[in-house]
């Protein structure tokens, strides 16, 4: 990949004022020119893929919500929370979306993977996904639904050599873990794996990460990224 791509982590929302992974924040990274937009996934208590970061909701645990009570707690800006299908009818670019470990068990976490891929392979949604977790098995969950799935590890902890002994595509790695396993993004490259950095948001990071070559930078701050890329 010749330049750094820009990933608009939970959407573009921080300058913005926009609620994190709403469609709203989607759309301004699609209005930035963003290379793509980051999201997070849960189920809810019957069974609704819904997006958000954490497992709360404006105080309301997802897991153990249903979809209907979730839906009528609105977002400043008066959105409800999205269902990925709805998500998935407002994208346009390429989309990260981690697949959420549950706090309640593994057996939901691979549930959750089992429904998100069948929402994906419902949905008109062309784009390129790149499923993204922390945990391992829900990455070999994914491929043994989609083979042709492109995955990528979240947590750290396993070497380029490692990731791409297991078959999968690639690591999306803390900023920390990278600075302190700086070869890991040049192995990367020779081994042909993708390599993501999150979440970046100081200029001298970004200055950093754009002179390493590596693939995709998530951040908080696309426009500030926009610009240094130039």
């Known amino acids: 990949m010749a330049t750094t791509q820009i990933i608009a982590h939970r959407g573009a929302w921080k300058r913005t004022d926009l609620p994190q992974n709403s469609i709203a924040a989607l759309q301004k990274s699609k209005e930035l020119n963003c290379d793509g937009c980051e999201l997070d996934v849960h189920l809810t ?122 078959g999968w595509q690639g690591f999306d790695y803390h900023v920390d873990i990278l600075r302190k396993n700086p070869r890991w993004i040049s192995e990367a490259r020779e081994l042909e794996l993708l390599s993501n950095v999150w979440t970046v948001n100081d200029a001298e990071n970004m200055r950093y990460f754009l002179d390493s070559g590596i693939d995709f930078i998530s951040t908080d701050e696309p426009e500030a990224l926009i610009e240094l890329r130039g």
Do not use: C, W
């Open 45 to 166: 208590a019957d069974g609704v893929v819904v997006v958000n970061h954490d497992h709360d909701f404006y105080g309301l645990s997802i897991e153990e919500s249903t979809y209907t009570t979730l839906k009528a707690i609105k977002h400043l800006n008066d959105e409800t929370i999205p269902t990925l299908e709805n998500f998935l009818a407002h994208a346009s670019l390429p989309l990260f979306l981690e697949i959420k470990a549950s706090r309640i068990s593994m057996r939901r976490s691979l549930e959750l993977a089992e429904r998100v891929l069948t929402i994906v392979d419902k949905s008109t949604f062309t784009g390129t996904i790149h499923y993204i977790s922390f945990l391992e098995e829900v990455l070999i969950k994914v491929l043994s639904l989609n083979p042709a799935a492109t995955v990528s590890l979240l947590n750290g902890k396993l070497a380029p050599a490692q990731i791409k002994s297991n």
